[in-house]
């Protein structure tokens, strides 16, 4: 069964580094997302993409933050200078259409 | 904005019962998508079931079922015959567009 793929696991950095968090949707899926969620928190939307733009994004997704298909396979989330709390697990996920979201396992990103 | 509220931080279930998760939800549009998601410890985020809301009859899968009811946007699941595997939190969660927006989750113990 296919599945979505995220790398890496775990990212270690330094607050003010840059992260790129990678993911490989579904690969007959159009719609690709990025959610996070905080330790013990809930999961939050940060951004959707379709047709090589974002489709809509939320009030967390500032300027730090950047996503890109950079090939016909890569789903990337860019975190241009990280702080302290950008500390999460960042989830990638992807849907055929505006239907269900399949997730991939995360990667938890922790900034030192 | 939708809201999704989660009414049950923590719950608790013999192996082999049945236990029923609650989820009431906040929205003015009609056409839009329900979905339960799974999360072990292992963070990774599974489906369990998915309702489309203008379907008046309930999802089933397997021994997850769901008690779905559009006009007090209610939307609760049921999980039959218990199992350890089941340990998790169970996340509610609504999409009407591109983002999914979650509840806050219940923690659901299965114990021997």
């Known amino acids: 069964e296919p599945e979505v793929t995220q790398t890496p696991s775990h990212q270690v950095t330094q607050m003010g580094q840059e992260v790129i968090l990678r993911c490989v949707p579904i690969?007959?899926?159009?719609?690709f997302y990025w959610y996070r969620q905080i330790l013990g928190q809930k999961v939050e939307f940060l951004v959707s993409f379709y047709n090589n733009e974002i489709s809509e994004k939320s009030e967390i997704f500032d300027d730090q933050f950047s996503v890109e298909r950079p090939d016909g396979s890569n789903f990337t989330l860019k975190i241009r200078s990280t702080k302290l709390e950008d500390s999460a697990m960042y989830f990638c996920a992807s849907s055929v259409n505006f239907d269900t979201q399949y997730f991939g396992p995360g990667t938890r990103l922790t900034v030192l | 904005a939708q809201t999704v509220t989660q009414s049950q931080p923590e719950m608790s279930v013999q192996e082999a019962e049945t236990v029923t998760l609650s989820c009431t939800y906040d929205t003015s549009e009609n056409n839009y998508y329900l979905f339960w998601y799974k999360q072990p410890p292992s963070r990774q985020m599974i489906l369990v079931i998915r309702?489309?809301?203008?379907?008046?009859q309930n999802a089933t899968e397997n021994r997850f079922s769901v008690n779905f009811q559009k006009a007090a946007k209610s939307f609760s699941l049921k999980i039959s015959d218990s199992q350890l595997g089941d340990t998790a939190m169970y996340f509610c969660?609504?999409?009407?567009?591109?983002?999914?927006?979650f509840g806050k989750g219940t923690s659901l113990l299965v114990t021997p």
């Open positions: 969660a609504f999409n009407s567009g591109y983002a999914l927006n």
């Open positions: 309702q489309e809301a203008y379907k008046q």
């Open positions: 690969s007959n899926h159009l719609y």
